[in-house]
């Protein structure tokens, strides 16, 4: 992957807060280009001491530093590292911050320039404003599930995992924030940002709510078919686990779809004239089509309907993708230098830059570089601050 | 779709966008519906209207050569291009971004498109381009970025459960967010550069950088990738430990996943005698191992109850539970509506249509805010000709009848 000249927030100093995948997303993106993230972590608590394993995915290219906040010196610590810092991203309870002296009146007051960004399952505001969420309940809230699949107890196939919810988020947050930087640039001023999970994930579904709003017969696409195509759906060919995703959009498709299953009969049979017939008659097209691919093997399908322009492609899991030119050649999934796979920025320039990421930090790898060369503290000063278990 | 999104989520942010349509017909999207059947025709696509309001809409055909000399004059002023055309396209109608940069050293141009193109490097490496699909839908598209497969994963009857795709337009509009992303990020190293640069933002790599989970498997050496659920994965190999329980309405789901959330939660449901049995619920390997005997049990208190009743008495009790919603539930949520979330689409008859702002607010230290809850309009088609070709450029109200008749706007 190429280095940026000179990252576009180079100089930008972000005290982080968050866990889980939102908040880490966001910073690490803002790490890519170029910020310096600190995330304040603290033995003390499991959620930083218990790495799940995609822990590493999210945290590349930032500092750790172990703050106990609960000890009284720990917010001091870090309302003197905010002085001088730039931005704060948090995705605490409602209250936990205001709690240690840390929310975002207090820290403004000490850095008026201060952008202060804070994500929450339904926002800061509001009747819900204290509900506790995770990214997998908020799936549920949004009507993601109910649109992606069919709700049912064993909570398959419906949206859930992966999670949707943080990482979209994480994409409206980097937004948010990198709008706030480049208004600090001009104007000078910070920006109090309040960011709801539950819009985040209900604004990518605007069709599902037009429709229901305008009393439309057509529901908005669904996990399992686009309903402006017919025949569409994902359908089983022959082999172990091996489907084909298929979309006829139009009569040409339709017409090479019955070139590919030779059945030159079905493209002059009035159920399927046009979009419209095939629309009425959606569960015949999906049967033939069904019947057809069920005795084929995977790869040859794709190759007969692509050479013929029908929309299709085999549902490829995680290692299909990862091992396929086009992504190793884009370096979308680079592999950093311990050897843990990261993820890039999810766009690049014409010059190959698509973010720069050091290996993600050990629990406290960074207290020297915050303690002694921030904050000025001496080994005195560590000592005692960590027999009294504020630095852990 | 995607880059009409971007566009307007930084006309959200308080871009000036100048929307460019095909003369004649303008956007296709236009014609595409929903539609709101009291608004004008032309102006009565509810999808069109969300990806478009609060721009300014002008007409112009830059293949033609006039079209494409205007289009070099409004970029002299623009700090940003973004077109859904790869460079290549641009390229050969010389107005590819080291051309524009010629009269805009600070142009930021970038291409949102279904698929990234090669560099100079890459294909360098004597590569075809065989390996991205010539025919796609963002449905297809899904499948082969891995989404869609490892949506469905774990399931526990592979054969019979397909993968599922994204639903809606949330490929598009993802996709629309991560370049509005790029349009900020490649802004940002114009102001501090003074050059701008030429970026791409992918379709598919956009929800390809979606699969956290799956990203770190692969990296911790996982290979074969099964969708059969083992009988003792549990619960948690759904997303943590949660439950979707049935209740009189609809469903709810919960995640009591500490102890002392646990606790609360079979509290509220009277303390049953099964709650005692450590066996089955005492620590929550054990209630990850017996989720459904669990699922059963709760279910009975739930289908006592309405969804609503059972996420407020549960969120009272500190437990994490919501509602699973429906479209009609979103329009009508309390929290949405009180946080003013919808914008209200006008021209559409008597009864205004929702439609969802941005997802956050955004206070100034100057304490000015971002408008949430506002009245947007569709752009008309052309209506912005007369300020940006005569007004702003210069033209004469003949040359524009000219370009006009030339299909040039």
């Known amino acids: ?392 | 779709m995607s880059a009409s999104f971007c566009a307007r989520v930084l006309s959200d942010l308080g871009a000036d966008v100048l929307k460019l349509e095909p003369p004649g017909a303008g956007d296709p999207l236009r014609r595409v519906g929903p539609f709101a059947p009291h608004a004008a025709y032309g102006d009565d696509a509810a999808l069109f209207a969300y990806l478009n309001h609060g721009k300014h809409s002008a007409t112009l055909d830059p293949s033609y050569p006039a079209g494409a000399a205007l289009l070099k004059r409004l970029v002299e002023s623009a700090d940003l291009l973004i077109t859904s055309a790869h460079a290549s396209r641009l390229a050969e109608l010389d107005l590819d971004g080291n051309t524009l940069r010629k009269l805009q050293p600070a142009l930021v141009t970038l291409a949102v498109t279904p698929f990234g193109t090669r560099l100079a490097d890459d294909a360098s490496a004597n590569r075809t381009d065989a390996d991205t699909p010539a025919a796609f839908t963002d449905f297809t598209l899904t499948h082969h970025a891995g989404y869609a497969f490892h949506q469905a994963r774990p399931v526990h009857a592979p054969s019979e459960q397909p993968p599922v795709a994204c639903a809606d337009r949330e490929v598009a509009l993802a996709t629309g967010i991560a370049a509005t992303n790029a349009a900020l990020w490649g802004l940002l190293e114009a102001q501090l550069h003074g050059e701008g640069r030429s970026i791409e933002c992918a379709e598919l790599d956009v929800i390809a950088h979606l699969l956290i989970e799956p990203v770190a498997d692969y990296g911790r050496g996982e290979r074969t990738f099964s969708r059969l659920r083992e009988e003792l994965q549990g619960t948690e190999v759904a997303g943590g430990l949660i439950w979707l329980l049935p209740c009189r309405d609809g469903f709810v789901m919960i995640s009591p996943r500490e102890e002392h959330q646990w606790e609360r939660w079979v509290e509220l449901l009277g303390n049953p005698p099964w709650s005692r049995d450590a066996a089955l619920c005492g620590e929550r390997t054990a209630r990850n191992e017996n989720w459904m005997t669990l699922q059963e049990e709760m279910a009975k208190w739930t289908r006592e109850h309405t969804r609503a009743d059972v996420f407020e008495r549960a969120q009272a009790a500190r437990v994490a539970c919501f509602p699973v919603s429906g479209a009609r539930d979103l329009l009508e949520n309390a929290q949405l509506n009180a946080r003013r979330f919808f914008d209200c689409w006008e021209g559409t008859g008597d009864t205004p249509l929702s439609m969802p702002g941005l997802p956050f607010c955004l206070r100034t230290s100057s304490g000015a805010e971002l408008p949430r809850g506002r009245d947007v309009a569709s752009p008309r088609l052309g209506s912005a000709n007369r300020a940006v070709f005569e007004e702003r450029l210069g033209l004469s109200p003949a040359h524009m009848e000219t370009l006009r008749q030339q299909g040039v706007v």
């Open chain 1, 1 to 392: 992957m190429r280095k940026a000249e000179s990252g576009a927030l180079s100089g930008l100093r972000v005290i982080d807060f968050s866990w889980v995948l939102a908040g880490p997303m966001t910073t690490k993106m803002l790490a890519g280009m170029g910020a310096e993230v600190i995330k304040i972590e603290s033995s003390t608590r499991r959620e930083h001491t218990q790495r799940q394993p995609w822990w590493a995915v999210v945290n590349a290219g930032k500092k750790s530093c172990t703050i106990n906040l609960s000890r009284s010196q720990g917010p001091e610590l870090i309302r003197r590292l905010i002085a001088q810092s730039d931005m704060v991203v948090e995705n605490f309870s409602n209250g936990v911050l205001a709690k240690f002296g840390l929310d975002y009146p207090a820290l403004a007051a000490i850095r008026p320039d201060l952008i202060f960004v804070s994500a929450s399952g339904t926002g800061r505001e509001g009747p819900q404003r204290d509900a506790l969420a995770y990214g997998s309940l908020l799936q549920a809230y949004s009507g993601r599930a109910s649109v992606v699949g069919t709700p049912n107890e064993r909570v398959e196939a419906m949206g859930i995992l992966p999670a949707w919810t943080d990482p979209i988020t994480a994409l409206w947050e980097c937004c948010a924030v990198l709008a706030a930087i480049r208004h600090r640039r001009v104007t000078g001023e910070g920006a109090f940002i309040d960011l709801s999970m539950l819009e985040s994930t209900v604004a990518l579904l605007p069709e599902l709510l037009f429709r229901e709003a305008l009393g439309s017969a057509t529901p908005a696409a669904s996990g399992a078919r686009e309903w402006s195509a017919a025949p569409s759906g994902c359908f089983r060919c022959e082999g172990d686990d091996a489907w084909l995703a298929v979309s006829v959009c139009d009569d040409g498709q339709w017409r090479a779809l019955c070139d590919a299953m030779d059945k030159p009969g079905l493209a002059t049979d009035s159920r399927f004239a046009d979009a419209l017939a095939r629309a009425a008659h959606r569960s015949e097209a999906d049967d033939l089509l069904a019947a057809w691919l069920a005795h084929q093997p995977a790869g040859q399908a794709l190759d007969a309907l692509q050479s013929r322009g029908v929309p299709a492609a085999r549902s490829r899991h995680i290692g299909a993708v990862m091992e396929d030119p086009y992504f190793a050649e884009r370096g979308l999934f680079p592999e950093l230098a311990d050897g843990s796979r990261s993820i890039a920025l999810p766009w690049r320039d014409s010059g190959g830059f698509r973010g720069d990421f050091t290996p993600p930090p050990r629990l406290g790898e960074h207290n020297d570089y915050v303690f002694r060369e921030l904050l000025g503290l001496d080994a005195g000063d560590i000592e005692a601050l960590t027999e009294a278990g504020v630095l852990r």
